[in-house]
């Protein structure tokens, strides 16, 4: 069975319905028209894939699902226990702002025992997720036009989140033959005056890429001759692989310490994506503009999910390694499998769970077929093979794609399988 997705193959603002289009006109027309900076937000482009993976999947059509980065183990029985325990309790209520003080000074203790830098928890502010932890930081630390350094490929909420806090995002391109990563030179090429902040994310998000300790203290020594602040996404630190290490950013240079932001949580390395758990760690004064910026945004996190992030961060540690591993093995089997593809290529994935490769080869070749764009390719990837992959100009590389290995082995392969049925033939159908 083929499904029409030519609504896959416009820009990305494309995903939005009919009604919701027809909703956006009417609000035009009245008093309340949406503000300039809705004008330019881009939804999620994995979000949306999911979102027509899982509507092709309750037609009764059989999908493989790799579209979104999310464990797909449950969450530790631990965890669980913690939160019904809880709930049990009464711990219903509202909690202090920036979190719980047990939570706050769990994550205090596990940075300072895993980097060896000693942080407090007054520098901590629990948040609802790590993508609410960023908006904080870029609403609390940018004005309106600075700019913000964003090595590409880039996570897809990172320019929309710095646009929203009235920043502007840099963009600055990198390659495959560099596994992505940013280089120092590029990085002191692309500041001007109205330059505010780095942002840099290893284990990588949408690469799998991850920086050597040198690498990252390359970058350091620019941020600090240039006087720079620096948000260092560190969500993925615990899904390492081969025995690499992936260092704390403000561990890397004295003095780093006071003008870095380090964002993580629960989600991916307990497997605790709907709980929304995350946090900062910051120097203490902007900890607590933080904090005061959440009491009025949100007033605080859920208490349950505070109380099972404290168990799973003062728990047993073995499900973490369980999962890192499974995670390890998967990324065997995927990027084998890739590399056997003609005309694909691959950066070095050290971590996360992704597979971000370049398929411009197949794009040349499925041009006639209305298969010349990432995101054309990807909803006809979609459409005639049942596979839901995110196209790469979402994350500000176009020819590329990435995929999910949070998935079981049966899923890859069948996934996989198809992929490479795909870029044989894109005009072949499953049905």
Known sequence: MVVSLAALASRQKSYCSQEEAAGAAVMESSSLHLARRMAALEPSATLAMAARAGAMKAAGLDVVDLSVGEPDFPTPEHICRAAEEAIRAGFTKYTPAAGIPALRKA?????????????????????????????N??????????????????????????????GRPVLIETSIEDNFKLRPEALRAALTPRTRMLLVCSPSNPTGVVYRPDELAALADVALEADLAVVADEIYDQLVFDGRTS?????????????TVVVAGVS?????????IGWTIAPEPLSKAIGNLQSQETSNPSSI??????????????????????????????????????????????????????????????????FGSSLQWCAGLLERQQVALVAGSAFGA?????????????????????IAAFLADPAASRT
């Open 305 to 370: 999910g505070q109380h099972a992030a404290v168990a799973a961060l003062t728990g047993p540690q073995e499900c973490v390694t369980a999962m890192r591993d499974a995670f390890q093995k998967r990324r065997d089997l995927v990027a084998g499998r890739l590399r056997s593809m003609p005309g694909v290529r691959l950066p070095d994935i050290g971590g996360a769970f992704y597979a971000f490769f370049d398929i411009s080869p197949a794009l040349e070749r499925s041009r006639s077929a209305g």
């Open 398 to 418: 176009e020819g590329h794609v990435r995929m999910s290995f949070a998935a079981s082995d049966d899923d890859l392969n069948r996934g996989l399988d198809r």
């Open 268 to 276: 991916k390395t307990y497997s605790m994506t709907g709980w929304r």
């Open 107 to 135: 994550v205090a203790e596990d940075y300072t025992r895993r980097t060896g830098l000693a942080v407090t928890p007054a520098q901590v502010v629990v948040s609802n997720g790590a993508k609410h932890a960023l908006h």
């Open 247 to 259: 260092p704390s950013f403000p561990t890397l240079r004295p003095g780093l310490e006071s003008r």
């Open 137 to 166: 930081v870029f609403t609390a630390v940018l004005d309106e036009g600075d700019e913000v350094v964003v090595p590409a490929p880039f996570w897809v909420s990172y320019a929309e989140l710095v646009k929203l806090a009235g």
